[in-house]
C-alpha cells in the first residue's frame, strides 16, 4: 500500500498559472521586515548595515524554501540603496533599487550550484568578480547550493574568497552545512535560518488570503501551515493549490481533501470511543477511513502523533508546544482531561508495536483492527487489575 493517495492531476495547475501570479513569487519579501520568521538574522543583518560593518563573505545555512535567497536579495539590495531608510531598509524607490525589483540589477549575480558546479562555471564567476560595479557600492554574488560545488571549483573559488576586491561581497547558500569545507566556514559569517513555525506561516498567509479576498479558517489554514513542515515556500504554494481548485471560499474540509490530510477529528473521536470501550465504534470509524482511502500505515502514524500530542496537552508548560490553533489546542486539553496518563502510555506502546510489525504483516488491516481492540480495552483491563 502506498503511504498516501497520488497528488491530483496537474490540469487545475495549468489553468490557474494563466489566472494567478504565483502567491510564492508576489508576495516575495521586498524588505527585512515582510521576512517571515527569520527576526534574529534579518535584525543581525540591519545592523551590520548600520554600524559599516559588512563582511565579504555569507554563509546562510537552513532547510530549503525558509527565506535565504529572499534575504541574500534583499542584503543586496539594500546595501546599494541610494537613499535608505532610517531603520536601515531599502527605499524600493531609487534607481538601484528599482533596477533589483525588475530583475536587471548589474550588482547582483546568481550562481547555482547545483548545476552550475565545474570549475569553469567558478572562473567566469571569478572573472566577474573583478569588474567593479557601474552603479551602487556593492557586487553581490550569491552561490545557491554551494555545498554541490565540486572540489576543484571549490580549490579555485577559495582564493577569491580569501582576498576579495573591496566591493565583491559573497553570500553563499546552502541546505547542508556539514558538507561545506571548514577552509569556507573559517572564511565566512554565518547564519543559521530556521524553520519556519506553523504560527508565522498561518500569520502570514492569513494576510495574503485578506489581500487576495480569499475567505479561509484559521484552523485550514494550520493544516497548510502544518502540511508545510516549516518550509514558506511550500506553504504558499499549497495555498496557491487549493485557490485553484476550491475558488476563493475555502473550507476546512477543501484543504482536507485537497492535501489528502486525514481530519484530526477522527483521532478525537477514536480515543473518546477507546476511553469508553466502543470497540464497535472504533473498528466503524477505521472502516470509514479506510474506505476514504488513507493507507494504515499513515493513519496509525497519526494516531500515535496524537495521543503524543493529548500526553503533551496534559501540562500547562508543554501545551504551548502543539502547533495547532487555539481551538484545536482547547480540544486536546480537554481530551487530555479524559485520559488517564496510563492509557496514554499503554496506548502508545500499542501502536508502536503496530508500527513495528506493519511492514511483515501478512494481514496489516487485522493487525491494526486488533491494535485498537487492544486500545480499547485499556481502562476495562486495568479496572479488572484493581478489583
Ligand atoms: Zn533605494
Redesign the pocket.
Known amino acids: 500500500m502506498k503511504f498516501e493517495k497520488e497528488n491530483r492531476p496537474f490540469i487545475g495547475l495549468i489553468i490557474y498559472m494563466e489566472n494567478f501570479i504565483v502567491s510564492a513569487r508576489k508576495y516575495r519579501p521586498s524588505t527585512f521586515s515582510t521576512v517571515v520568521g527569520q527576526e534574529s538574522i534579518t535584525v543581525t543583518l540591519k545592523n551590520a548595515i548600520k554600524n559599516n560593518h559588512l563582511a565579504h563573505a555569507y554563509l546562510f545555512c537552513g532547510p530549503r524554501g525558509v527565506g535565504k535567497t529572499s534575504c541574500a536579495r534583499i542584503f543586496a539590495k539594500t546595501i546599494n540603496?541610494?537613499?535608505i531608510s532610517s531603520d536601515f531598509e531599502?527605499?524600493?524607490?531609487?534607481e538601484?533599487?528599482k533596477a533589483f525589483n525588475e530583475n536587471r540589477s548589474y550588482n547582483i549575480h546568481e550562481l547555482d550550484a547545483a548545476s552550475n558546479n565545474s570549475v569553469d562555471d567558478i572562473r567566469t564567476l571569478i572573472d566577474q568578480v573583478r569588474i567593479p560595479p557601474q552603479i551602487g557600492s556593492y557586487s553581490i554574488y550569491i552561490i545557491d547550493e554551494v555545498h554541490m560545488l565540486s572540489a576543484s571549483a571549490f580549490n579555485a573559488f577559495l582564493k577569491t574568497l580569501e582576498e576579495p576586491p573591496a566591493h565583491a561581497i559573497f553570500v553563499l547558500a546552502t541546505t547542508e552545512k556539514h558538507k561545506i569545507l571548514p577552509t569556507i566556514l573559517s572564511r565566512c559569517q554565518i547564519f543559521d535560518f530556521n524553520r519556519i513555525k506553523v504560527e508565522d506561516a498561518v500569520k502570514h498567509l492569513k494576510n495574503i488570503a485578506e489581500k487576495e479576498s480569499v475567505s479561509i479558517d484559521e484552523e485550514a489554514l494550520n493544516v497548510i501551515g502544518q502540511k508545510a513542515d516549516g518550509a514558506m515556500r511550500d506553504a504558499l504554494s499549497i495555498f496557491d493549490q487549493i485557490v485553484s481548485f476550491s475558488g476563493k471560499e475555502i473550507t476546512f474540509e477543501n484543504v482536507i481533501q485537497n492535501l489528502n490530510v486525514l481530519d484530526y477529528d477522527y483521532y478525537f473521536r477514536i480515543v473518546d470511543a477507546a476511553l469508553e470501550g466502543k470497540v464497535t465504534d472504533v473498528l466503524v470509524m477505521l472502516n470509514e477511513i479506510f474506505e476514504k482511502g488513507f493507507d494504515g500505515h499513515h493513519f496509525i502514524g497519526g494516531l500515535s502523533a496524537h495521543i503524543r500530542d493529548v500526553l503533551v496537552g496534559k501540562d500547562e508548560a508543554t501545551i504551548q508546544l502543539l502547533e495547532v490553533s487555539e481551538s484545536v489546542k482547547q480540544k486536546y486539553v480537554d481530551q487530555s482531561k479524559k485520559c488517564p496518563v496510563d492509557f496514554l502510555y499503554e496506548a502508545l506502546m500499542i501502536l508502536n508495536q503496530c508500527d513495528v510489525g506493519y511492514k511483515s504483516s501478512q494481514n496489516p488491516r487485522l493487525l491494526i483492527e486488533l491494535s485498537l481492540i487492544q486500545l480499547s480495552q485499556i481502562i476495562e483491563s486495568k479496572k479488572k487489575e484493581l478489583v
Do not use: D, L
Not at 531599502?90 to 531609487?94: I, K, L, P, T, V
Open positions: 540603496c541610494s537613499n531599502a527605499c524600493n524607490e531609487c538601484s533599487c
